[in-house]
C-alpha cells in the first residue's frame, strides 16, 4: 500500500497588517501642518524561506514600509507579527533581541560603512552588540563570512576606501548574516552597481537564501531583478497595495492598469516581437493632496465614474493572486 504525504504547509514568518505612516511636514502658515501619508493601509505576509519583492515607481512608500516594520521609524497604526508577536509591543530590551532575526541591507553600500573602521571589525560588531561570543570566536566568524559572500579573507583588515560597490554590498551582507537573521529587508540593495555587478549580488542572495534558510523582503523598482529573485510579488502605488501574485502570474498576468503598465515599461529580449506599450499621462498625484476614490485614476487609461467616486476593494482572483480596482468589483 503506498502512503501519500501530504505537502508540508508554509510556516507564516512576518505577517503585516493595516500598516499606516503619516509623516507632519510644515507649510508656508505658521503653525500648520500637512499630512503626508507615505505608507497607507498596507497588508501582506512573509513565509519562512521565501522572497516577498515589493515593487513600483519611486515615492510609492516601498522604503517606508521597509523601515517601518523593522521599527527603524515608527508605525502610526497597523501591526507587524513576527512568529505572532505583535513588535510594536516590545519594549526596549525585548526588542534589542528581536533585532538579531530581523536585518537591513541598504541601497547605497557606500553609506553603510563607516569609513573609519576595518571591515573585520565591522562585521563583528553585531556580535559585540548582542554579546555573541568572545573575540577570538568574533574574529573567525567574520573571516567565515567574509568567505561566505566570496570575499579572501586577507580584506578581513582593509578599510572600505579600499573596496568597489559590489565588494562593499558583499561587506554589508556579511555583517547582516552575522547574527544569524530569519528576514533581511533588502531596499534597493543593487540599485546603485553597475549592471555586471547586480547580477552577482543577486545570485549572491539567493546561494545564501539557500544555505542560511533566509526569508527576504526584496524591495526595488527594476521589475527584472525583482522577477528573478522573488516568490510572490505586490505592487504598491501612492502607499498602498493595489495588487499582490506568485512572480510568474503576475508576470504573465497583471491585472491592474497600474502594474501593466509597469511591465509593459521592462526592456525587450525579443524587439522583433510586438508588445503593446502603455504609457501614463500625467506626474504622480502628491501624497499630501490624494485623489478622491481610486488614487490611480487620475493616470488611468480606463478610468470609470465610480473610480473617481469610491476607494476599490480587494478582489481575490484565486488563492495568491488578488487586485484593488473596480474594473474587477463588478
Known sequence: MTVTLAPKQKEMLLQVSNLRKYFQVKTDRIFQRNTVKAVNDVSFHIYEGETYGLVGESGSGKSTVGRTLLRSIEATSGSVLYKNQNIYDLNGSQLLKLRKDLQMVFQDPYSSLNPRIRIGNAIEEPLKIHHIGDPKSRREMALTL?????????????????????????????????????????????????????????????????????SYLFISHDLSVVRHISDRVGVMYLGQLVEEAQVDRLFQEPLHPYTKALMSSIPRSKPNVKRERIILEGDIPSPIHLPQGCFF??????????????????????SEHWVSCHIYNS
Open 146 to 214: 567574509l568567505e561566505k559572500v566570496g570575499l579572501p579573507k586577507e580584506y578581513y583588515h582593509r578599510f572600505p576606501n579600499e573596496f568597489s560597490g559590489g565588494q562593499r554590498q558583499r561587506i554589508v551582507i556579511a555583517r547582516a548574516l552575522a547574527v544569524n537573521p530569519k528576514l533581511i529587508v533588502c531596499d534597493e540593495p543593487v540599485s546603485a552597481l553597475d549592471v555586471s555587478v547586480q547580477a552577482q549580488i543577486i545570485n549572491l542572495f539567493k546561494e545564501l537564501q539557500s544555505q542560511f534558510k533566509l
Open 297 to 318: 485614476h487620475p493616470r488611468c487609461p480606463f478610468v470609470k465614474k465610480e473610480c473617481k467616486e469610491s476607494t476599490p476593494v480587494k478582489v481575490k482572483i484565486n
